[in-house]
C-alpha cells in the first residue's frame, strides 16, 4: 500500500464529495443542473483533448471546441427541460457539426465525428443525472456512493491481495481487487436495503444500482483507460490531485448513469 498516494486520492475524493453531494442535496432544483453542466463541461473538454492525442492528424480549433459546448449545453437543456419536443431540440446538434465539417474547405468529417461522440458519452449520463434528481435525491447519491465504495475498496483491496491481472487496458487492476470492490459494494447495499428509511425503495432497487454500480461503473473505468492508452497519457488532466481530471473520476458514473436511469424506469419509479 502507497500511504501518501492513498491519502492523497482520500483528500482529493473528500472535495469532490462535498461537491457532488452539495449538488445532489441543495434543495434548490437549479443546482443539479449547474453540477451536472460543470461535469459536463469539464468532462467534454478532457474527451476533446484525449482524442487529439489519440487520433493521428486530429486537431480541434477554439472555435470548434466553444461550438461543441455550446451544443452540449444545447443538448443538455433540451434532454432536461425539453422532452416532448426532444427531437425538435436535438436534431440541429449532428447538422450544425456534421454539415460545416464536410463543407469547408479542409473536410474535417473525422473531428465531427469525434465530437458527435464525445456529446453523446458526457450529455446523455449528466442529463439521466438530473432525472434521476428529480425523482429522487437518494438514486444518484446511492449510485455515487456505491461507485466510490466499488473504486475505494478495489483499489485497497488489489493493493493488499491483487496477484492477477484484470485486464491489459488497465494493468493495474486485478481481479482480487475487483471482486473485493464489488463484494464490498454489493454488501453495503444489502445493508442499505435492509435499515433503509425509504421504504418506497425496495431492497431489489438497491441491489440493481449496486450491480450496475459494479459492472457498468469498471466498464466506464475501463473505457476511460483504453483512451487514456491511446492518448499515451497517465491521465485525462490534472485539476484534481491523486486522480488526474474530471475524466479520471466521472468515467465510472458516465457509463453507470443511463443503465441506471433505465433500470429505474423498469421499475416504474
Same mark, same amino acid.
Given at each position: 500500500?502507497? $500511504? ?19 449538488? %445532489? ?14 461535469? @459536463?463541461? %469539464? #468532462? ?27 451544443? *452540449?449545453?444545447?443538448?443538455?437543456? *433540451?434532454?432536461?427541460?425539453? @422532452? ?28 465531427? #465525428?469525434?465530437?458527435?461522440? &464525445? ?55 486485478? $481481479?482480487?481487487?475487483?471482486? &473485493? &470492490? ?20 425496495? $431492497?431489489?432497487? $438497491? ?34 490531485? *491523486?486522480? &488526474? ?22 421499475? *416504474?419509479?
Amino acid at each position: 500500500m502507497n $500511504w501518501p498516494v492513498f491519502f492523497k486520492r482520500t483528500a482529493s475524493a473528500l472535495v469532490y464529495a462535498a461537491i457532488m453531494l452539495t449538488g %445532489l442535496l441543495y434543495p434548490d432544483p437549479y443546482a443539479i443542473i449547474v453540477l451536472a453542466l460543470l461535469i @459536463q463541461f %469539464l #468532462c467534454l473538454r478532457e474527451f476533446l483533448t484525449l482524442m487529439e492525442q489519440a487520433i493521428p492528424g486530429l486537431r480541434f480549433s477554439v472555435r470548434f471546441r466553444e461550438g461543441v459546448q455550446l451544443l *452540449g449545453l444545447w443538448s443538455l437543456i *433540451g434532454l432536461i427541460f425539453f @422532452q416532448t419536443h426532444l427531437a425538435f431540440m436535438l436534431l440541429p446538434v449532428p447538422l450544425l457539426i456534421l454539415l460545416p465539417a464536410v463543407l469547408s474547405k479542409q473536410s474535417r468529417l473525422k473531428e465531427a #465525428c469525434v465530437a458527435l461522440a &464525445g456529446l453523446l458519452y458526457v450529455c446523455l449520463p449528466m442529463a439521466s443525472l438530473v432525472t434521476m434528481r428529480g425523482l429522487s435525491y437518494t438514486l444518484p447519491v446511492a449510485l455515487v456512493l456505491m461507485i466510490w465504495v466499488n473504486d475505494t475498496m478495489a483499489y485497497i483491496t488489489g493493493s493488499f491481495f491483487g496477484k492477477t491481472p484484470f485486464s491489459p487496458i488497465s494493468p493495474k487492476k486485478t $481481479w482480487e481487487g475487483t471482486i &473485493g &470492490g464489488a463484494l464490498f459494494t454489493l454488501a453495503g447495499a444489502a445493508v442499505w436495503a435492509y435499515y433503509s428509511p425509504f421504504s418506497q425503495l425496495h $431492497w431489489p432497487v $438497491w441491489m440493481g444500482l449496486a450491480v450496475i454500480a459494479v459492472v457498468a461503473g469498471t466498464a466506464g473505468d475501463l473505457l476511460a483507460s483504453k483512451l487514456k492508452r491511446l492518448a499515451k497519457v497517465k491521465d485525462s488532466g490534472n485539476i484534481m490531485p *491523486g486522480h &488526474g481530471g474530471a475524466l479520471d473520476r466521472f468515467d465510472s458514473l458516465l457509463a453507470a448513469l443511463p443503465f441506471a436511469l433505465c433500470f429505474i424506469a423498469w421499475f *416504474g419509479l
